[in-house]
């Protein structure tokens, strides 16, 4: 297997390198301001968080009102209260939830303040959606939450997107650190639970809703290209967001993909995985991981989306007509053929 190293040394020539390419792969952002959306905001945690704990069942019973299509839920999905609990085992139960997870709440009070910011972020997000995809039907409520930090996060329903603010706190946020959430998201993962992110799971959720991946026994390079499609969505809906945001890399990891984007590509030709359909290796390509192995100790996992990325770019440079619906209609292997990606 040929040895490829993913150096971090940053000259002043891999900085402009950088620049370059990303000021190449910029989509020009239509003007959304005129599409109306309408969705609102509502924040079950402060009502869960300030119930009664003398009455318990009692506030249950307002919270379910207030919130009946998602109370249920939070309390048997993710809480994992059984519903065949008595009254008072259930309402001892959230006690103790609701004691253990008061600093969580007290720090996403002090994170967000004013959700005002992430509000308008969703905002425009929908202006894009609708002005690419304007029969789909945007969430009509966001509903915020606190829940386990080892369980559920962002979550997406017929009606609404609900947002679990235990995974936005930001990277340095302690509890993220402890071997119990560490276990379940290590840092690469962790590292992307700060509040920019709400916008960008939002919209990952929704592109999944519209075309769920089904990649089945397919190739690398098949399930790269595919991830790729996804990624360049993202990118339109998202327009203003740096891009290793949208991919979950840190800063200079991005750079270093994109001044190093030559021997990445290398990595998959002179290897031959490009053909490979077992998933036990493919996964160590298109999946989150720390690294990729091949690349050295900078370099991030997911390395096979970062470059069907690119190969998607290519391909819609050379047919900028499409519409993303027509794009995600073409099938891989045509974009790959016809996108004739050689960094």
Known sequence: MVKLTLSTFHSVIYCFLFLFFYSCTEQKAPNVSHIKVQFDVKHFEKDFFTIDTTHTAEAIIKLNQK??????????????????????????????????????????EIVFANFKQQEEEIKRAFQFLKYYFPSYAAPEHII?????????????????????????????????????????????????????????????????????????????????????KRLFLLQLLLPEVNEYLLIGYSKEQMKDCYAHERAIWDLFIHNNLLQITDYSIIRNYIGEGPKTIELGEASPGNIGSFSGWQIVKQYMKKHSQLTPDELMSISAEKIFNDAKYKP
């Open 144 to 228: 915020t939450y606190i829940g386990p930090v080892d369980g559920y996060g962002d979550i997406l329903d017929e009606h609404s997107a609900y947002i679990g603010l235990q995974h936005h706190l930001g990277k340095n946020y302690s509890l993220y650190n402890t071997p119990l959430v560490q276990e379940t998201y290590p840092f690469y993962i962790s590292r992307q639970f700060i509040p920019a992110t709400i916008p960008i799971n939002l919209m990952k959720n929704i592109i999944l809703d519209i075309y769920p991946e089904q990649f089945g026994d397919k190739t690398l390079v098949i399930q790269m290209v595919e991830k790729g």
């Open 67 to 108: 919130y009946p299509s998602f109370t249920p839920n939070f309390l048997t999905g993710i809480l994992n209260a059984d519903p065949a609990w008595s009254a008072d085992t259930t309402a001892w139960y959230l006690k103790q939830f609701i004691k253990a997870y008061m600093p969580v709440y007290d720090s996403a």
